[in-house]
């Protein structure tokens, strides 16, 4: 790769899905991505891992990327020709282009499983202020963000929306079953979890869980999952209370 900024951690990098990340830290990678059932398919080439070093594409001798912002104000902002060198030598492959910004889209489980089904996606992450208005707008960026606050920089989002994306991948969790019943996935947040021993500290699981009754189990998994949601998320109670009576005419 040109300026020697690439570094692949799939053995073939003939994955079909793959990642790549352009970032000022590419030793921040694969860190948690490398472990657990990711690290496994990662290994296993399920999907494939890329990172790009910004710096590599900076064009003075002090590899500067960054600039004191136009107008005024604190901080800087990343170079739109650093960005873009970068972006135009790796030249994104097909897939989405997206830029990790608290003021971009929020990221949820709908725009999780659509990122799943792209063939590969290419994530910029930011330092500083953020990054030159121009080179966003000239990539058609889409900007993504975890939530209503800031982070130091891209490299922890990127991450997050990763594991978020490759864990829908087929192969890479086991039972499909346990994808289909955890939080979102019906508009609600998931139902509360118990396992051995039935009794802890006089604490005792719901005898229903004990009945082997599956249409109770199932019944009472979905109260408890309505009330939780209805107190703890309002605004995806109101939703799913809107699809439901939709659904119902």
Known sequence: MDAGA???YAKGNQAPFSVRILTLFPEMFPGPLGLSLLGKALADEVWSLETVDIRAFASDKHRSVDDAPFGGGAGMVMKPDVIDAALGAVKPRPGRLLYLSPRGKLLNQALAKELAAEPALTLLCGRYEGVDQRVIDAWDMEEVSLGDFVLTGGEIAAMALVDAVVRLLPGVVGKTESLEEESFERGLLEYPLYTRPADWKGRVVPEVLLSG?????????????????RHRRPDLWERYCAQKQEQEG
């Open 213 to 229: 009754h599956h249409a109770r189990v199932a019944q009472w998994r979905l109260v408890q999952s309505e009330c939780i949601t």
């Open 6 to 8: 690439d570094t692949a």
